[in-house]
């Protein structure tokens, strides 16, 4: 089945830890992001890549890090230095700019607990 | 002035009631649009894409007004299963500007 995992499902953390979330997609899709989700907001982009090798920054990076050294992976790192990270966090995915209208499909997401 | 705004509801409604929602948006060179539906702490999935002439999906229509710079959610006989935020997404013309609106929260009563 071709989709978009993520894991943990949940995650707890200690405040002054960094902590690494996965997202893998087997669709061959190009672009990746990650986003941000805090009760009743809508998603806020941290990190988006639009190819392998190549990541820029969303609205909200400052605290955050992310790699991109294959197709199908774009870890992201959550930092001591993001203030508030408690947060349910999205990665999705897309075929990039060689579709049309380039919907983006999401993994179910890693919720992060500071404790 | 956010780019993308919603009623964030709840639109409360009787099963088998028709609802709508607009959804407008501020930029004018904004070039694709979608509505997601997001279940209670899950990840938000694809409804429908939004053609520029309007599409439906079985009781699902989306129309698209970009003279007014709106689209619009129907949904016609409303099932308790349709109860969900419904979230307009609005892409600019690269990849990276995606702006997600709040949601609109939808609950269907039986």
């Known amino acids: 089945d071709g989709g978009i995992t993520q894991s943990p499902k949940y995650l707890f953390r200690k405040e002054g830890q960094n902590v690494t979330l996965s997202c893998e997609q087997n669709l061959n899709h190009d672009a990746m992001y990650w986003y941000r989700q805090d009760p009743g907001q809508g998603l806020r982009l941290i990190y988006y890549?639009?190819?392998?090798?190549?990541?820029q920054k969303g609205d909200i990076a400052e605290g955050y890090s992310v790699s991109r050294e294959k197709k199908e992976s774009f870890p992201l790192t959550v930092t001591s230095a993001q203030k508030n990270p408690t947060a349910f966090y999205l990665c999705a995915s897309s075929i990039g700019d060689r579709g049309r209208y380039n919907e983006q499909f999401f993994g179910p997401g890693t919720r992060l607990t500071v404790l | 002035r956010k780019e993308v705004e919603q009623d964030p509801g709840p639109f409360n409604v009787p099963e088998g009631a028709t609802v709508a929602f607009n959804c407008t948006y501020s930029n004018s060179a904004s070039q694709s649009f979608f509505w997601y539906r997001q279940d209670c702490r899950k990840e938000p999935k694809l409804l429908m894409s939004v053609y520029s002439s309007g599409n439906e999906d079985g009781r699902f229509t989306a129309q698209l007004n970009r003279a007014s710079q709106y689209i619009s959610l129907l949904i016609r006989d409303s099932k308790l299963s349709d109860s969900a935020t419904y979230l307009c997404?609005?892409?600019?013309?690269?990849?990276?500007?995606?702006?997600f609106g709040s949601g609109t929260r939808l609950s269907i009563r039986p």
């Open positions: 997404v609005v892409r600019y013309s690269s990849a990276s500007k995606i702006i």
């Open positions: 890549s639009q190819i392998v090798n190549d990541f």
